[in-house]
């Protein structure tokens, strides 16, 4: 039954390693409770969906924050974005490096500039000026994205396929008691991508859009796929003809396919509380909050349901540890 | 298929001072981009030669040469594959378009920003300038002034430069293509990216439903997506002005909706075309079969016979 206040958060779409699953889905579960506690003590869309996707940034599970991919030259780069439904406004960074938490700072440049979106440098400018502390580069770099950096440098290599095998983008669709809706998006990028490469994440209407009249999209997948068909704004435009939001998020990956076959997945809500999570990946890691319930899955038409409150979650196997150096990456490779 | 070129110039309150040499520089471009179309040339090649020559205009307009020190630059084309490339906050490149175009046909990925940008154009030959050969000294002192960064008070009348340039075609194959490019609003923040770059704001083209170029309030313009905005209002519409039905519904959403004013350039792929704005002036041309049109202020449509 659709309802407010709601929240559904993606932990990308992709192939997951068996290995990694647990720690995707315990990940993207924790995160869309943590926002639907803010929704239910009466907290705004931005708020939870802001508070959900810091909480997978600080996952290193997941591309985005720490634990994103890493560039041709090794150097971490993010992509955020937020939106809020009310008023169109929307705030993004690209290709931002050593902050921890590019959503938050994305928030600001909406919050704090009338632009919507700022760049490398002068994003690291606009953070240092908003008092955001630097980190060390080290600090967002996990062992997992060495190997894979090192594995996909050899000339053969083809970052899209196998970023395919890394989860990617996570974001979050939210609405709030108030019927407010918006939405959030955060990201390393694409495997071994060049230096300045920026996605489909921070450009508005393709890594994310809002809008109170209609709904909110957030998208994961191939970015130059989604960017060229406009995703989001594509899947609110099918719902603004009448679609319903499985419907439109459907067609939208159905036509992504089509056009320029490109995969990915998307979570959707519209202004009642109807939501879908859906995926022409093989997995996409999801959960969804609404009415006391929690809902998550990872394959295809997976959808498990349970008490938000049982507090039996199954533990993570194992938790990354982030390498202080690089020289201590142990995986054998071609470099 | 009938070939067309579409310019315009930015929407804003062009001053009198400029009305002239906005008018002979978009008419100059469209006979540019037209000629390529008029002996077969592809879409793409007449939109990036009349990009270039706009960007070229240091007396009118602030793209490439002129444009305050970041400029951003775009390039969509082959509607076919919806291939696409961006550069944003490039600095000391002459002609930000041509390095979006090599974007979309060098790498795999679609946009590229700041350092990484003018590594890229360096790694292929594009050569950069310094900074003062961008510059008119007008624009330095008036960079120097404002360099504290202060919003725009209203964006519907804009008085200060804040030029766009774009172009969209139509080739004799029914390939579409559309190019936009800018030297961004003055005292813009470092960074800052305005809608030139982003794929459905600043241009977008299809060849099922038509290509757009705008202009005007990039933030304005980036909240609705004009660009898909119109291309979505042209595949649902079926009138005989499809091109400026759709316009003029998405500039009125947006300035309905988040109260920004701007203008657009369009063409279906019937052939139909438009140049609309809800800002005080926008200068446009376009070139087809025998006639050049063009105007500046609302209700302008001059025609002349293309000579030859």
């Given at each position: 039954m659709a309802s407010l206040p709601v929240i559904v958060v993606h932990g990308g779409a992709g192939n997951i390693p068996r290995a990694r699953e647990s720690m995707s889905s315990a990940g993207v579960r924790e995160a869309a409770k943590a926002g639907y506690v803010c929704l239910q003590a009466g907290g705004s869309a931005m708020d939870a969906v802001v508070e959900a996707v810091t909480l997978l940034e600080n996952n290193p599970t997941f591309n985005a924050g720490r634990g994103s991919?890493?560039?041709?030259?090794?150097?971490?780069?993010?992509?955020?974005?937020?939106?809020?439904?009310?008023?169109?406004?929307?705030?993004?960074?690209?290709?931002?490096?050593?902050?921890?938490?590019?959503?938050?700072?994305?928030?600001?440049?909406?919050?704090?500039?009338?632009?919507?979106?700022?760049?490398?440098?002068?994003?690291?400018?606009?953070?240092?000026?908003?008092?955001?502390?630097?980190?060390?580069?080290?600090?967002?770099?996990?062992?997992?994205?060495?190997?894979?950096?090192r594995k996909n440098l050899s000339p053969d290599a083809n970052p899209v396929e196998s970023h395919m095998g890394k989860m990617g983008t996570v974001g979050a669709v939210a609405v709030d008691l108030q019927g407010n809706i918006a939405c959030a998006t955060s990201t390393g990028g694409m495997l071994n991508k060049m230096e300045g490469r920026v996605g489909d994440t921070p450009c508005i209407g393709c890594g994310a859009y809002a809008?109170?009249?209609?709904?909110?999209?957030?998208?994961?997948?191939?970015?130059?796929?989604?960017?060229?068909?406009?995703?989001?704004?594509?899947?609110?435009?099918?719902?603004?003809?009448?679609?319903?939001?499985?419907?439109?998020?459907?067609?939208?990956?159905?036509?992504?396919?089509?056009?320029?076959?490109?995969?990915?997945?998307?979570?959707?809500?519209?202004?009642?509380?109807?939501?879908?999570?859906?995926?022409?990946?093989?997995?996409?890691?999801?959960?969804?909050?609404?009415?006391?319930?929690?809902?998550?899955?990872?394959?295809?038409?997976?959808?498990?349901?349970?008490?938000?409150?049982?507090?039996?979650?199954?533990?993570?196997?194992?938790?990354?540890?982030?390498?202080?150096?690089?020289?201590?990456?142990?995986?054998?490779?071609?470099? | 298929m009938e070939p067309t070129i579409v310019v315009h110039g930015g929407a804003w309150a062009v001053p009198d001072s400029?009305?002239?040499?906005?008018?002979?520089?978009?008419?100059?471009?469209?006979?540019?981009?037209?000629?390529?179309?008029?002996?077969?040339?592809?879409?793409?090649?007449?939109?990036?030669?009349?990009?270039?020559?706009?960007?070229?205009?240091?007396?009118?307009?602030?793209?490439?040469?002129?444009?305050?020190?970041?400029?951003?630059?775009?390039?969509?084309?082959?509607?076919?594959?919806?291939?696409?490339?961006?550069?944003?906050?490039?600095?000391?490149?002459?002609?930000?378009?041509?390095?979006?175009?090599?974007?979309?046909?060098?790498?795999?990925?679609?946009?590229?920003?700041?350092?990484?940008?003018?590594?890229?154009?360096?790694?292929?030959g594009i050569t950069t300038v310094p900074t003062d050969a961008l510059m008119t000294e007008s624009e330095r002192r008036e960079w120097e002034h404002y360099k504290k960064y202060a919003p725009e008070p209203n964006p519907f009348c804009s008085v200060r430069g804040h030029d766009t340039v774009g172009a969209v075609a139509l080739d004799h194959r029914g390939n579409l293509a559309c190019v936009t490019s800018t030297g961004g609003i003055r005292n813009k923040m470092v960074g800052r990216v305005g809608d030139t770059s982003i794929i459905v704001s600043g241009g977008y083209d299809d060849d099922q439903s038509g290509a757009v170029s705008c202009t005007g309030h990039g933030e304005s313009i980036m909240k609705v997506t004009l660009a898909r905005l119109i291309l979505f209002n042209m595949e649902l519409g079926n009138r005989v002005c499809l091109a400026r039905d759709a316009v003029d519904v998405s500039l009125a959403y947006m300035g309905e909706r988040v109260q920004g004013g701007g203008g657009a350039i369009a063409i279906a792929p019937s052939g139909d075309w438009a140049a609309r704005f809800t800002t005080q002036r926008m200068v446009w041309a376009t070139a087809k079969g025998e006639s050049l049109f063009y105007g500046l202020d609302p209700q302008d449509m001059f025609e002349e016979k293309l000579s030859k």
């Amino acid at each position: 039954m659709a309802s407010l206040p709601v929240i559904v958060v993606h932990g990308g779409a992709g192939n997951i390693p068996r290995a990694r699953e647990s720690m995707s889905s315990a990940g993207v579960r924790e995160a869309a409770k943590a926002g639907y506690v803010c929704l239910q003590a009466g907290g705004s869309a931005m708020d939870a969906v802001v508070e959900a996707v810091t909480l997978l940034e600080n996952n290193p599970t997941f591309n985005a924050g720490r634990g994103s991919v890493l560039t041709q030259k090794g150097t971490v780069e993010m992509d955020a974005i937020v939106m809020d439904g009310r008023t169109l406004a929307s705030g993004a960074v690209s290709a931002v490096r050593r902050i921890a938490n590019p959503v938050q700072l994305a928030r600001l440049v909406m919050d704090k500039t009338s632009h919507l979106c700022l760049t490398a440098e002068g994003a690291s400018q606009f953070a240092r000026n908003m008092g955001i502390p630097e980190v060390q580069e080290e600090s967002l770099i996990t062992e997992y994205s060495i190997m894979r950096w090192r594995k996909n440098l050899s000339p053969d290599a083809n970052p899209v396929e196998s970023h395919m095998g890394k989860m990617g983008t996570v974001g979050a669709v939210a609405v709030d008691l108030q019927g407010n809706i918006a939405c959030a998006t955060s990201t390393g990028g694409m495997l071994n991508k060049m230096e300045g490469r920026v996605g489909d994440t921070p450009c508005i209407g393709c890594g994310a859009y809002a809008d109170n009249k209609l709904g909110a999209v957030s998208p994961t997948g191939h970015g130059e796929a989604i960017m060229k068909v406009t995703l989001s704004r594509l899947i609110l435009f099918y719902m603004e003809q009448g679609k319903s939001v499985r419907e439109a998020a459907d067609m939208g990956l159905a036509y992504m396919w089509d056009r320029v076959q490109g995969r990915g997945g998307v979570v959707v809500v519209d202004p009642k509380g109807e939501w879908v999570a859906r995926f022409n990946s093989l997995q996409m890691a999801w959960a969804a909050a609404q009415g006391g319930q929690l809902h998550y899955g990872m394959y295809g038409e997976e959808h498990f349901t349970r008490d938000i409150q049982e507090q039996k979650e199954p533990e993570p196997q194992s938790q990354e540890a982030h390498s202080p150096t690089r020289s201590t990456d142990t995986h054998t490779d071609t470099q | 298929m009938e070939p067309t070129i579409v310019v315009h110039g930015g929407a804003w309150a062009v001053p009198d001072s400029l009305a002239e040499a906005s008018v002979a520089g978009v008419k100059a471009a469209a006979r540019d981009g037209f000629a390529i179309l008029k002996i077969g040339g592809s879409a793409l090649d007449a939109v990036e030669l009349a990009e270039r020559a706009l960007e070229d205009d240091l007396a009118a307009f602030d793209a490439g040469c002129g444009a305050v020190l970041n400029t951003d630059g775009e390039v969509e084309l082959d509607g076919k594959t919806l291939a696409a490339g961006a550069v944003s906050s490039v600095r000391n490149i002459t002609h930000p378009v041509t390095l979006a175009r090599a974007v979309m046909e060098k790498t795999d990925h679609i946009m590229l920003t700041d350092r990484g940008a003018s590594q890229f154009a360096e790694s292929i030959g594009i050569t950069t300038v310094p900074t003062d050969a961008l510059m008119t000294e007008s624009e330095r002192r008036e960079w120097e002034h404002y360099k504290k960064y202060a919003p725009e008070p209203n964006p519907f009348c804009s008085v200060r430069g804040h030029d766009t340039v774009g172009a969209v075609a139509l080739d004799h194959r029914g390939n579409l293509a559309c190019v936009t490019s800018t030297g961004g609003i003055r005292n813009k923040m470092v960074g800052r990216v305005g809608d030139t770059s982003i794929i459905v704001s600043g241009g977008y083209d299809d060849d099922q439903s038509g290509a757009v170029s705008c202009t005007g309030h990039g933030e304005s313009i980036m909240k609705v997506t004009l660009a898909r905005l119109i291309l979505f209002n042209m595949e649902l519409g079926n009138r005989v002005c499809l091109a400026r039905d759709a316009v003029d519904v998405s500039l009125a959403y947006m300035g309905e909706r988040v109260q920004g004013g701007g203008g657009a350039i369009a063409i279906a792929p019937s052939g139909d075309w438009a140049a609309r704005f809800t800002t005080q002036r926008m200068v446009w041309a376009t070139a087809k079969g025998e006639s050049l049109f063009y105007g500046l202020d609302p209700q302008d449509m001059f025609e002349e016979k293309l000579s030859k």
